[in-house]
DNA sequence: TTAGCACTCATACTAAAGTATGAATTGTAT
DNA sequence: ATACAATTCATACTTTAGTATGAGTGCTAA
C-alpha cells in the first residue's frame, strides 16, 4: 500500500515536470510542438498500459494465490499438503515415494490423511476439492 | 480480425484528427497549449488501458476456452471425453457407470482407452494432461 | 521432562483401478 | 450392402489405491 502511494507520487511529479519541459521548450522554440505532444501521448499510452496491467494482475493473483490459511484450517501437515500436490500432478503412490526419499507405505499414510481431512473418498475427488478450496494451483 | 483492423484503422485516423485539431487550436490562439496536451495526454491513457484490456482479456479466454480440435487431434469419442470429465470431477468407475446408465466394466473399457490416447498411466496423470493440453475446464 | 504432534515404516488386508481379450449391437459412410 | 467405428458388456487377471493397526523416532511447548 505504501509502495503504491510512492509509485503514485513519482508518476504525479513526473507528469508535472514533463508539462512544464515541455511548455519551456516550445515557447523558448528549442522543440516541435508535435514531439511535444508525441512524447506526451507516449508517455501516458505506456502509463494506461501498466496501471491496467497492475490492476489486473493483482485480480488474477487474488484467483489464483492459495488459501494458506486454510490449509491450516483443515490441519494439513506439511508433508501432507506435499503429497497432496503431488497426487495432483498425476503421480502414484511408488513415485511420490521416490521423489521424497521415503517408503510407498509412508506416502499411503499421508494420503489416508489427506483424504480425511479433505473429506474425500478417492485421490481425484482430493484433487476437486483442493481445487476448489483453492489450496493447490489451478 | 477484420474488427481489430478496423478498430485500428479509427483509431489512428482520431489520433491524426486530434493532432491537427491542437495544431490548429494552437497556432490560431483559440486554445491554451496546457488544455491540449491534458487531453491528448488522457486520450492516450485511455487507449493505453482499453488495448492492454483487450489484449489480456483475449489471452483469458484462450486459456479457458477449451481446444476442440485437440480432442478430435487426440482421436477421443464422444463418451470417452465424457469419462474424461468425470473422471476429473473426481468419481470413481462405478459412480461414473451410474451418472451414465452403463456397466462398470463399459467404463472401464472407455478409461484404458482415455488413457492410452492421452498417454497416461493412471487417471490422475490423465487429469493432469487433459489440463494442460487445455481439453478440460480448468 | 514428559505429553503431544509430525513423520516414519511395516504388515495385512479390502477395494478400486487398470489390462487383455473377445464379442454383440448399432449407426453410418462408401 | 457391407465395411467400419463407436458403444456396450463380460470374464479373468494384475496392479495400484486405500484402510486399519501398531510402533519407533525426534522435536517442541507446557
Redesign the interface.
Known sequence: MKKTILIFAALIVA?LSL?QL??YS?LTGNTA??T??AV??????????I???KV?HQQKDLNREIDHKKIADLGLSKREYQVLCE??????NKEIADKLFVSESTIKTHVSNVLVKLD??????????AKTLQIIP?
Open positions: 507528469i508539462f515541455s511548455k516550445v510542438i508535435e511535444v505532444i506526451i501521448a507516449i508517455v501516458f499510452f505506456i502509463v494506461g498500459v496501471i491496467n496491467k489486473l497426487i495432483a500432478s498425476g503421480l502414484s474425500a473418498k478417492r485421490r481425484t475427488q482430493a484433487i476437486q476439492i489451478q
